[in-house]
């Protein structure tokens, strides 16, 4: 999702690289400048191509705040997650006590700070958005004196966004990971019954019957206070014939995990490849 964000911001600056001056207030000027020199002494890849759409375009503030707003969803989104992660019900991770503060009446919790002000801080930056867009409904062609109130919403999102990413990304680097808790909870809930569907599949039996099948002995499981990793074979093969000693390997989380390769998969070479895909993209950004 960052990663098209950073595309996104590219892509928005590509259209906005060109250079009003000399448009005058809506007609350009008698008098015979170069545009394509002034552009170029300003740094612009280009002039605007027409002087009329270039006093009344806010198109290039509103494509901004877009972006601005998708990269702002995609925070709220990931401070979601944290959120849940640290609560004691998941206790997935840890966040460092800069990046968090304790609770005014309860001595034992550990509130998510920068996560929730991220994710609240996002309605601020759609609001920016939503009010340029308003403002712009209903303006005729060229400058009318509406347009001014686009400073204040491109200010104020690029102030929050600048304040939200860096916090953000230090709270990620020093929060602990506890990934024996995100083992024991992928152990439980049946995670493995689709692979135990597709167990059966590969035996042979039609999928539509080895899913009904799987979800009687989902069922059975329930009732009885198993797993499908600590069902007896017995019991799996008064189910079904097919279900065979290999079952207990190929239900394993690390069977369900590496099985999973096709690309953009969970797998173990499949997760590496695509690190070392987004460290390429960061490096070749960073050195720009």
Request: one cysteine or more; proline letters at 4%.
């Amino acid at each position: 999702m960052f990663r098209r964000d950073i595309t996104r911001f590219e892509d928005c600056l590509e259209r906005m690289d060109e250079c009003p001056l000399g448009a005058g207030a809506l007609a350009g000027s008698t008098h015979p400048l170069d545009r394509q020199r002034t552009a170029e002494l300003l740094g612009f890849a280009r002039p605007t191509d027409n002087s009329l759409d270039s006093v009344s375009d806010r198109d290039f503030a509103i494509e901004f705040l877009s972006v601005c707003s998708i990269l702002m969803m995609h925070l709220s989104r990931f401070s979601e997650e944290i959120i849940l992660w640290c609560s004691r019900e998941f206790k997935f991770i840890d966040l460092d006590d800069a990046y968090s503060t304790g609770s005014s009446i309860m001595p034992q919790k550990k509130n998510p700070d920068v996560a929730e002000l991220v994710r609240g801080k996002t309605g601020r930056v759609y609001g920016s958005l939503i009010t340029l867009l308003t403002v712009m409904k209903g303006i005729p062609l060229a400058y009318n004196k509406d347009i001014q109130e686009d400073k204040e919403c491109v200010f104020d999102a690029i102030d929050t966004v600048e304040l939200c990413v860096p916090v953000f990304s230090a709270m990620l680097d020093t929060m602990t990971v506890r990934p024996e808790n995100m083992a024991n909870a992928a152990a439980g809930g049946f995670i493995n019954a689709t692979d135990c569907a597709d167990y059966l599949a590969k035996k042979g039996i039609p999928f539509r019957d080895a899913y009904t099948l799987v979800g009687r002995l989902v069922n059975h499981c329930i009732a009885t206070g198993q797993t499908l990793d600590t069902l007896p074979l017995e019991e799996y093969q008064a189910l079904s014939p097919a279900f065979g000693e290999d079952v207990y390997q190929a239900l394993s989380l690390n069977t369900c995990v590496s099985q999973r390769k096709t690309t953009g998969g969970p797998a173990h070479d499949e997760v590496l490849r695509q690190i070392a895909r987004i460290r390429a993209f960061v490096e070749e950004r960073s050195g720009q």
